[in-house]
């Protein structure tokens, strides 16, 4: 949470700057990963069972989609396994944002665990995933899935959600809009909404 803190704080020359490295870095990136080329940072291990199945090994992996010059995500993940047969990364230590059509984030993320299919264009986070929206709503669950730009984010388990000392709620699920600006919580629900006045 403290790099998403340390982001938020930046200014927004700082993040466009910041953001354009990024993007420009997860290109290159995905483009070797694709390519199967060697370079010093990866160490690579081909696996004997499918002579068309390559597997490389990251260390420190960065992945963005952009559309008509426009972000849509980044992911980052401190390590990383990518296997070409099935399309899938795997990370480990993930943090990462998502933006909305005025390059702006949306809404920033950090988990133990994620996994990007480029076939199906598909993020899920697993394991002490937190999550922190644009309007400062902050959230918590076991699990999040993100399938595409038109589709809203599913997060379930041990859901707890929480506006600073103004709303704390917990569920089994939660479903974010594709616009990040509203949110339904279902399943052993139980919120309080608290008034910062009386406090």
Known sequence: MKLIEKWQNLS????????AFMAIVGIMMWAFISA????????????????DRQEALIKGIILTET?????????????????SNNGIAILNSVIGNFYDENDEVSMSFESS????????SEIILYNDTHIVLKDGISLKADCLKWSG???????????????GQQMLATAD????????DSFKISGHTVSKIYDVKEK
């Open 12 to 19: 927004r020359k700082k993040k466009a700057y910041l953001s």
């Open 36 to 51: 199967g080329i060697i370079t010093h940072n990866f160490n690579r291990s081909q696996l004997q069972t499918s002579s």
């Open 67 to 83: 559309k008509n010059e426009k972000k849509y995500w980044e992911i980052y993940g401190e390590t990383g396994k990518y296997d």
């Open 113 to 120: 665990k994620g996994t990007y299919n480029s076939k199906k």
């Open 149 to 163: 730009n038109k589709n809203p984010i599913v997060a379930r388990g041990h859901i707890v959600v929480q506006k």
């Open 173 to 180: 699920k939660i479903v974010i809009s594709p616009t990040f």
